[in-house]
């Protein structure tokens, strides 16, 4: 008998493909696993990845460029810290030059 992997294994396995320096968002990973309208799950999923050191859930943003996942980086500005550390600018919570940043699965990887 062959197990699925789990949603969440599976946006975990998208997420670790993510490039340094580029972003991508909840529902581009939700399109690219073929769930469209399971961006919120999405949005789960990176939520109970923070215990898994090689998920780079700072690289998950919304689709409007927001940081709004920081709040599960222990406060304060270590979601946009990691970022710039990576040549990402931003300013008050917003990636600016999204377009450049942006990394989109579905043009990017194969599917797995």
Same mark, same amino acid.
């Given at each position: #008998?062959? &197990?699925?992997? /789990?949603?969440? /294994? +599976? @946006? ?5 493909? =993510?490039?340094?320096? $580029? ?5 581009? =990973?939700? +399109? ?10 999405? !949005?789960?999923? #990176? ?13 998950? =943003?919304?689709? $409007?460029?927001?940081?709004?996942? $920081?709040?599960?980086?222990?406060? !304060? ?6 970022? *710039?550390? *990576?040549? @990402? ?5 917003? =990636? ?9 699965? &579905? $043009? ?5």
């Amino acid at each position: #008998m062959t &197990v699925e992997p /789990s949603f969440f /294994s +599976k @946006v975990y396995e998208v997420v670790r493909q =993510i490039p340094e320096g $580029k972003v991508t968002s909840y529902g581009a =990973i939700a +399109k690219y696993l073929g769930s469209p309208q399971s961006s919120r799950m999405v !949005g789960w999923a #990176m939520n109970a990845s923070h215990s898994l050191d090689d998920v780079p859930a700072h690289r998950v =943003i919304n689709r $409007k460029g927001l940081l709004t996942g $920081k709040h599960h980086f222990g406060g !304060g500005t270590i979601m946009q810290q990691l970022l *710039e550390n *990576e040549g @990402v600018h931003i300013i008050e919570d917003q =990636i600016q030059d999204l377009e450049k940043h942006f990394w989109d699965p &579905v $043009k990017s990887l194969e599917d797995f």
